[in-house]
């Protein structure tokens, strides 16, 4: 679980730090991605959002969306991405989040980047 959750992360930041200063292309991809997200998806997703301002510089507009547009985790406060569980209890949560890194990647135009 907690790879899958980096994938996410590291696409996210990746398209943060790639971006010029002022320039939020990456948060539209990112919101277009959230609009399908679904469970622990979402949960990583919206949780990465809301720590991109707290590492990165970015626009006050972009400060603004992530707290008007993206729902403020805990968004369900019984799961928890560290959970420790078996297998079978954790292949819905990895997909969940590997839906949300694709969904992520078709939203960027590069889905083929990191899932082959």
């Keep these: 679980m907690r ?15 790639d971006s010029a200063e ?7 991809v990112a919101l277009t991605a959230l609009e399908s997200a679904t469970g622990a998806g979402k949960i990583s997703l919206a949780s990465t ?7 990165y510089f970015v626009s006050a507009e972009a400060e603004h969306l992530i707290r008007d547009r993206v729902p403020a985790a805990p968004l369900d406060p019984e799961f928890d991405l560290t959970l420790e569980s078996t297998p079978t209890e954790q ?23 990191h899932v082959s």
């Design 3 to 17: 790879a899958a959750t980096q994938l996410i992360y590291d696409a996210v930041t990746d398209d943060v730090e």
């Design 22 to 28: 002022g320039d939020n292309w990456w948060l539209d």
């Design 49 to 55: 959002l809301h720590e991109i301002p707290k590492v």
């Design 91 to 113: 292949a819905p949560v990895v997909r969940e989040l590997l839906d949300t890194f694709v969904a992520y990647g078709i939203a960027h135009g590069r889905s083929d980047d």
